[in-house]
């Protein structure tokens, strides 16, 4: 009976009812935090996680469904914050209340682990599961577009 | 002037006169001029103790420089914890960089009110962030001329150090940080000058973005504690139900349930309307074990609420006579001598804040405390209910105001709060509880339905020469008063007080009696009066085959009034940025289904227009681009002022296109995001933002850029289309 699961590159003895979805499994039983719950039902993406590297929303994926699959939250997306999405997200000043902004990262890092030179069409294509209320959408635009040109030039800055 | 606006300026005026009496007989404590009450500054004066720096409740100063501000204010994105606190440092002549800021605890003795809406922190706090900042200096510059034994005129200060100027010695703030403490305060603090300014106007990143891109920045909904407990609730879908019956054995048999709690209504404005909670060891086995509830619940006399019905009852409220409110002029003689009269209605449904952290909080009742944390717009108000449901005093109730993952207005009113605490006293421990959206969705405090009619009278050179304007909608005074079945005398005023130059006028109120609970939604009510003024401008200039931009412009010159000239000249201001930006000019070269509309709206005392690009093919409307032009006098962070007017297209495009909340047998029908679908991000237009340069005072921008959205938005479609959209939404989802 004993499932584990890898979220950050450690592993979890998965002990809890097995339809619990992973979101609560991370935010109530390891008290990560930073995925956020919005809408449980998979339509706003302030879940998103990386399930072996492909964005999942969290809400909806039962976690004894996960077991033995490596998880990446918004914790463990870097070691300092340098993730080039996270740069090209302060550099673009994205967030306002920064609510849905894991989700947003979480979701744009899938999705540019499997298109490197998206288009303009391919973002808002890849993007629009993850809903802002604050309007950062322009932002979160750029901020894909810029990072993309990072990772695929294999170019990473410090964080301030 | 709406309700809101009302009622933060009273309470700031309230606070200030404390403040002032206060400050008149205080002995030895340090006075600033600062709206924050002085007794409490009394224990921040002997910062000797610990060698920090403690001037007011704003500002610490530690020994090896590190410096705290706080802000009163509550942060729901608008940017209000990095503009007041660089404010404050700015004044200050402090190294943003040295800088920590920390969000206040509930606490308007220390902090001066911390009701944040209306658009207000940085109209009210603005001046007093600064002057507090700048006695601060003055402070340090004092003792720094103290030991060098000259005169503070010979002393300056600069990035975190004072200077002698005479001999270029510095000494850093935290070197005088102790000796500062013990400095006379200055009665008078000498403010900058705009040519001064270091990050006053500059583009500021938010001082918590670095943690919100990793994560780490908690919300309401994520404070954990030592034995947490977590809860979910039900509530009764109709206003004024109550429960009937609830059979719990079900769930209390489910593992991890630790209690199901009956929450009788508390009939208090904020509290809760009443539900069922499960209380858990986490929130999934909550939310599992509620579905397992059978209730009953007695619906009440709103059971009957239709907002279909509703509407169109609303709309025959406006189309024949009622109330007189204003009357000025002679409006029958201008409509007997008009060459046109032009008439229309327009109506706006309900809409839900949805911001996109739900209703969360945690608090502790313990015999002798009781703590909360949670997202609020409003921990004074919590206070307040929650000594009334404790029976104990509200100062007694400690608040950590935590981020806000969105607000939008309904975060002012925590009924979740209240909820938390029933529970937390029932099971004896510290409860978080979380609303799912559906219950955020439906047991919200809704922006207000709304129809109104205008007719209006031109003459034959296509000048306004009378304005009958008539209103119904049930107003938010009717969650104070649930008698009050229409808007108020206030909420009308805006009609009268329209700086339209319109000799002849009469305002009109009908019948709206409330069946939900009505809250301050974003901009409240100059969504639907922007919305009106904005269109029906249009349809005017239109009829007077006038271009809409020289219409507007004529409509205010014909406003003699003195008293409105400088509503006129910021208004006139704003279109000609706005229509200089979109090329208003060129806009006949547009391809035949594009078009370019334009509209302006005063709200908050901030003059915001918008020109809205729009293309449309059939019933798509795709908007292209949008051109706001701002005039809120001096500029706090560019940055975030720019975010402000992105973030008010993105919810008026919203609520303007699809989103509308719809009651059926007295209950919300839409339930989550596929039945309220908020604008995505492939429909995003491109957002420019454009400042007017003035010496205005600092007025806000949470709010003011939405009403002049959905008319510029209207009135694009039609430029495009020919087709006028009279009704927010536009084409509402079936539900």
Redesign the interface.
């Given at each position: 009976m004993s499932k584990s699961i890898v979220i950050n590159a450690k592993s979890y003895a998965i002990d809890?009812?097995d339809?619990?979805?992973l979101l609560?499994f991370l935010?109530?039983?390891l008290?990560?935090?930073?995925?956020?719950?919005?809408?449980?039902?998979g339509?706003?993406g302030?879940c998103t996680v990386l399930l072996d590297g492909q964005a999942t929303r969290s809400c909806v994926m039962p976690v004894s469904a996960v077991a033995g699959k490596s998880i990446t939250?918004?914790?463990g997306?870097s070691a300092k914050?340098d993730h080039p999405?996270?740069i090209a997200?302060?550099e673009n000043?994205?967030?306002?209340?920064?609510?849905?902004?894991?989700g947003q990262?979480m979701n744009a890092a899938g999705f540019l682990a499997t298109n490197k030179t998206p288009s303009s069409d391919d973002?808002?294509?890849a993007?629009?599961?993850?809903?802002?209320?604050?309007?950062?959408?322009?932002?979160?635009?750029q901020a894909v577009a810029d990072a993309a040109i990072v990772m695929n030039e294999g170019m990473y800055k410090e964080?301030k | 002037m709406n309700l809101f606006n009302e009622s933060t300026a009273q309470l700031i005026n309230e606070s200030r006169r404390r403040f002032l009496k206060q400050s008149g007989v205080a002995a030895g404590g340090l006075v600033i001029g600062v709206v924050i009450p002085q007794h409490a500054m009394a224990k921040f004066t002997q910062g000797a103790e610990d060698a920090t720096f403690n001037p007011n409740a704003f500002i610490h100063i530690a020994e090896n420089g590190d410096t705290l501000i706080y802000c009163g204010r509550c942060e729901?994105?608008?940017?209000i914890s990095t503009a007041l606190p660089a404010a404050v440092a700015d004044e200050l002549e402090a190294d943003w960089s040295r800088v920590t800021v920390l969000q206040a605890d509930g606490n308007e003795e220390k902090f001066g009110s911390q009701a944040t809406g209306g658009s207000a922190s940085i109209r009210t706090m603005y001046i007093p962030m600064r002057e507090a900042g700048a006695a601060a200096k003055e402070m340090l510059i004092a003792a720094a001329a103290k030991v060098w034994a000259t005169s503070a005129a010979n002393c300056k200060a600069d990035n975190h150090f004072v200077i002698n100027t005479l001999n270029q010695q510095k000494l850093s703030y935290g070197e005088l940080a102790s000796l500062a403490a013990n400095s006379p305060v200055p009665a008078k603090p000498v403010l900058k000058t705009k040519a001064q300014f270091k990050y006053i106007g500059k583009?500021l990143?938010?001082h918590?973005?670095?943690d919100?891109?990793?994560?780490?920045?908690?919300?309401g909904?994520?404070t954990?504690l030592p034995g947490l407990k977590?809860a979910a609730i039900t509530h009764c879908p109709v206003l004024g139900g109550k429960l009937k019956s609830c059979d719990k054995s079900a769930a209390l048999k489910m593992?991890?349930v630790l209690d199901v709690v009956e929450i009788p209504r508390f009939d208090i404005p904020f509290g809760s309307i009443g539900g069922v909670a499960v209380v858990a060891d986490?929130?999934?086995?909550a939310?599992?074990a509620l579905k397992l509830l059978k209730i009953e619940w007695d619906l009440g006399a709103n059971q009957s609420y239709d907002t279909n019905a509703y509407k169109a009852m609303l709309v025959k409220n406006v189309e024949n006579p009622a109330e007189v409110m204003v009357e000025r002029g002679d409006v029958q003689k201008a409509f007997t001598d008009a060459a046109h009269v032009v008439k229309a209605t327009y109506t706006g449904g309900h809409l839900s804040h949805?911001?996109?952290?739900?209703n969360a909080s945690v608090v502790w009742v313990q015999k002798d405390s009781c703590e909360v944390w949670a997202a609020t717009q409003s921990p004074a108000d919590i206070q307040k209910v929650l000594g009334q449901y404790l029976k104990r005093e509200p100062k007694d109730i400690l608040v950590h105001v935590t981020?806000?993952?969105?607000?939008?207005g309904r975060k002012f009113k925590c009924d979740y709060v209240h909820e938390a605490t029933v529970l937390s006293q029932k099971v004896n421990a510290p409860v978080q509880l979380?609303w799912?959206?559906?219950e955020d969705m439906r047991t919200g405090y809704y922006h207000s339905i709304n129809a109104q009619h205008i007719e209006a009278s031109l003459d034959k050179s296509g000048n306004v020469t009378g304005w009958m304007h008539r209103i119904a909608f049930p107003p938010i005074a009717s969650l104070f008063n649930p008698a009050q079945g229409k808007a108020t005398k206030d909420d009308v005023a805006e009609i009268a007080n329209h700086p339209f130059g319109i000799a002849n006028l009469r305002s009109e109120n009908g019948d709206a009696p409330a069946h939900t609970r009505i809250g301050w939604y974003r901009a409240v009510y100059a969504i639907f009066y922007g919305f009106a003024y904005g269109a029906f401008a249009d349809e005017l200039a239109h009829q007077a085959k006038q271009d809409t931009l020289s219409f507007l412009n004529k409509v205010y010159d014909n406003n003699k009034d003195p008293k409105d000239a400088e509503k006129v000249r910021r208004s006139k201001g704003v279109l000609a940025l706005a229509a200089k930006q979109a090329n208003w000019d060129k806009r006949g070269a547009l391809p035949k289904n594009q078009g370019l509309g334009i509209a302006v709206h005063y709200s908050f005392n901030t003059y915001v227009a918008m020109a809205v690009l729009v293309e449309v093919n059939g019933d798509d409307i795709k908007v292209l681009e949008v051109n706001a032009a701002v005039d809120c006098g001096q500029v706090l962070n560019l940055?975030g002022a720019t975010?402000q007017m992105?973030?008010?297209?993105?919810?008026g495009m919203s609520y303007s296109l699809r989103t509308e909340i719809v009651f059926k047998n007295g209950a919300v029908v839409n339930s989550?995001?596929?039945q309220y679908p908020?604008?995505?991000?492939?429909e995003?237009p491109?957002?420019k933002v454009h400042f007017v340069e003035n010496d205005e005072k600092a007025t806000g921008l949470g709010e003011p850029g939405l009403g002049p959205f959905a008319p510029a938005l209207s009135n694009a479609v039609f430029a495009a289309s020919g087709k006028r959209y009279r009704d927010l939404p536009f084409t509402p989802l079936a539900i």
């Open positions: 809890v009812p339809d619990m979805p609560w935010r109530d039983k008290e990560l935090t930073g995925t956020k719950f919005g809408c449980g039902m339509l706003c302030a939250t918004i914790e997306l914050g999405l996270q997200w302060i000043k994205v967030p306002q209340c920064g609510y849905c902004q894991a990262i973002i808002d294509n993007m629009q599961g993850n809903i802002c209320r604050c309007g950062t959408y322009q932002r979160i635009k964080v | 729901m994105g608008q940017g583009d990143a938010r918590n973005q670095g919100i891109v990793q994560g780490k920045l908690t919300y909904v994520d954990k977590y593992a991890g986490n929130t999934w086995t939310q599992q949805s911001p996109m952290e739900p981020m806000a993952g969105g607000a939008f979380t799912s959206r559906e940055d975010a992105e973030g008010a297209v993105v919810m989550n995001f596929h908020v604008l995505r991000i492939n995003m491109v957002v």
